[in-house]
């Protein structure tokens, strides 16, 4: 059976990380920030940290150099905050996964717009039989 112990360390972790980014760390670079998910190693020495924030990819490098500067401070706050042996070490991920989510339910919805288009094409009223067709052209001649 797989410990949850690193799992509650991760739980610890992404709320501490999250509440020391928006109230103690003032490095204008971080921005709009979200903590997405903190995934620890079953020896608790690494905790990789996945965030998400706002911007294009010049503000995506931004933050991550100013995760990068705070991240000393972040490590020693922890410390002193949290009741663990060792600190891990802490690294900071991008989560794409919310890009591809997004990107997923994009398309999910304009394969329902067409859909939806498509149902009210086939919906249109049809002549009826003993009236010629206005859109064909006419044999008759």
């Known amino acids: 059976m797989a410990s949850t112990r690193p799992s509650r360390v991760g739980d610890q972790l ?3 990380i ?3 980014l928006a109230r103690e760390v003032h490095d ?6 979200t903590i997405t998910h903190v995934h620890v190693s079953p020896d608790l020495q690494v905790a990789r940290v996945y965030y998400t924030t706002l911007g294009d990819e ?6 991550s150099r100013a995760l990068g500067r ?8 922890i410390g002193s905050r949290l009741r663990l042996k060792r600190v891990p070490l802490l690294e900071f991920f991008f989560d794409e996964s919310i890009e591809r989510g997004d990107r ?3 398309i999910l919805n304009d394969i ?12 249109a009223p049809q002549p009826a039989p003993d009236e010629p ?9």
Do not use: M, W, Y
């Open 18 to 20: 999250a509440n020391l």
């Open 14 to 16: 992404r709320a501490e």
């Open 28 to 33: 204008p670079g971080i921005g709009f920030l």
């Open 133 to 141: 067709n206005r859109n064909e052209p006419n044999n008759d001649e």
């Open 112 to 123: 329902g717009s067409e859909r939806a288009a498509g149902a009210d094409a086939d919906a």
């Open 58 to 63: 010049k503000a995506r490098r931004e933050t």
């Open 70 to 77: 705070a991240t000393p401070f972040l490590r020693r706050q």
């Open 104 to 106: 997923i339910e994009r």
